[in-house]
């Protein structure tokens, strides 16, 4: 395991650090171009008039997005008090800010200034903030991984794979590979855990469950909010949707995921016995919201936190 991780940093140390930054970068924007360019196309043909006319009503959507958005930040806040041995609700606006970067600026971009926040303010230096983060993310990522696994285990002995026959099979099998192989790694993180990780196998553990209830509460939540919005469509046709939305939650180094389900839902509107423009109405609307959320989640953020603190 040391020799692989060695002979991995010798690779990356041969490319040079601008290279490296301009590929991330390049990366990021074909995503996004592709991406954009199909979900331009995809709007373009809608009746917006009708799609506004046929916006939720029903305030238990609102609610459930709200609970949705929330989770994240409440878990993570759990999760670095369990690592850094202190209680850190008092710092919630400093989370906040970490999760409306991440999904609304660019992917770690929150991390980075979560990174410098926490060494500054927690003073704490960077080294052991690094650290904590570090072994948070992969914590997360494995509990993740673990639940897409367990609900794709469940949904292909009894779900219905009809809805992904408008997709190219091939691209289907991508995703789940990559699913499957990032639940791989992960195992392997926890299995070598004293090499990789910095934290006591309790608290491990402690963060294990925490995200393993985050990521199976967050799937819950979006099924309802799906059900208050149509609750006339079947449980049925929303799993086959949340089954989408897990495999693209799921795949790694993706930018930009929201849009991409967005666009993906909006293609597999026509395969669900309910009607168009209110369906397209719900998807744009649970996309818009994480948008609309930004100005009030900064405000929040930058009141709902604590002055320095010493270490």
């Known amino acids: 395991m040391d020799g692989l991780v060695a002979r991995g ?3 990356a140390e041969r490319i040079p650090p601008r290279v490296r930054l301009w590929g991330r970068r390049g990366f990021v924007l074909l995503v996004l171009a592709v991406v954009g360019t199909v979900l331009v196309r995809q709007l373009r043909d809608l009746d917006w008039p009708v799609v506004l006319r046929s916006l939720p009503t029903s305030p238990w959507f609102y609610l459930a997005f709200l609970a949705r958005y929330l989770l994240l930040p409440v878990t993570e806040v759990l999760c ?4 850094w041995g202190r ?5 919630f ?17 929150g ?3 979560f990174l410098g926040w926490s060494a500054k303010t927690l003073g704490m230096g960077y080294r052991k903030a690094f650290s904590g983060i570090k072994d948070v993310t992969l914590l997360s990522a494995a509990a993740a991984n673990g639940v897409a696994v367990l609900v794709l285990g469940a949904y292909l002995l009894l779900g219905d794979w009809r809805v992904f026959e408008g997709v190219e099979p091939r691209v289907v099998a991508l995703v789940v590979g990559v699913t499957l192989g990032a639940a791989l790694v992960s195992v392997v993180v926890i299995v070598f855990r004293g ?9 491990m553990w402690r963060i294990f469950a925490y995200h393993s209830v985050r990521s199976g509460g967050a799937l819950v939540l979006l099924g309802l909010q799906w059900s208050a919005a149509m609750p006339e469509v079947g449980f049925a046709t929303w799993a086959n949707l949340l089954i989408v939305a897990l495999l693209v939650a799921r795949t790694p180094l993706l ?7 967005l666009t993906i839902a909006l293609a597999l509107v026509g395969t669900i016995d309910a009607p168009q423009a209110r369906l397209e109405a719900m998807f744009l609307a649970d996309a818009a919201l994480v948008q609309l959320f930004a100005i009030p989640s900064l405000m929040l ?8 603190v010493a270490a």
Do not use: C
């Open 301 to 308: 953020g930058l009141l709902w936190r604590r002055k320095e």
């Open 111 to 113: 991390d980075a200034y």
């Open 9 to 11: 940093r010798q690779w």
């Open 80 to 83: 670095y008090s369990a690592v």
């Open 255 to 261: 930018p930009a995921p929201e849009l991409l389900f």
């Open 195 to 203: 090499k990789v990780l910095a934290v006591e196998t309790q608290t």
């Open 93 to 109: 606006g400093a989370f906040l800010i970490k999760r409306l970067m991440n999904a609304s600026v660019a992917s770690a971009s």
């Open 87 to 91: 209680n850190l609700f008092g710092h």
